[in-house]
């Protein structure tokens, strides 16, 4: 059996989110879904937990970060092209993200992100096909 990730990311407000992560192509596993959290499905293996911020709480003793003003996590996925990467980017800020950096282009390997309605950033890159090996 493969290892499952799940990421979890606390959110102002799970509406929102949701609504924000279905305008870029996500969809959610009704299952685990309720008023305080649902299941972003982001391939077989991974898996992003949206929880109120409420909810969050009760996973840990510490404070949440406030992500529009301090970094606590990155989260990065491969993409299958430049062209996914760039319309993926452009959704995430027409839903109501923003990009943090510019485009990284370097040759083999080309990058870009957004920032989702909670500041959290979201990587996303591409390799060219062999450039590892």
């Not at 452009?90 to 390997?109: I, L, S, Y």
């Amino acid at each position: 059996m493969a290892t499952k990730i799940f990421v979890n990311l606390p959110v102002k407000s799970l509406d929102k989110s949701v609504a924000f992560f279905t305008r870029l192509g996500f969809t959610f596993n009704p299952q685990f879904t309720d008023e305080t959290a649902t299941c972003m499905i982001v391939s077989e293996d991974i898996f992003v937990m949206l929880l109120t911020e409420e909810k969050f709480k009760t996973f840990t003793p510490k404070e949440i970060c406030d992500a529009t003003k301090s970094t606590e996590v990155l989260v990065c996925l491969s993409s299958a092209s430049r062209e996914e990467i760039d319309e993926m980017v452009r959704k995430a800020v027409a839903a109501g993200g923003t990009t943090c950096n510019e485009p990284q282009d370097h040759g083999f390997m080309y990058g870009h992100g957004f920032q989702d309605l909670d500041g959290h950033i979201w990587e996303l890159v591409y390799m060219e096909p062999g450039a590892t090996n």
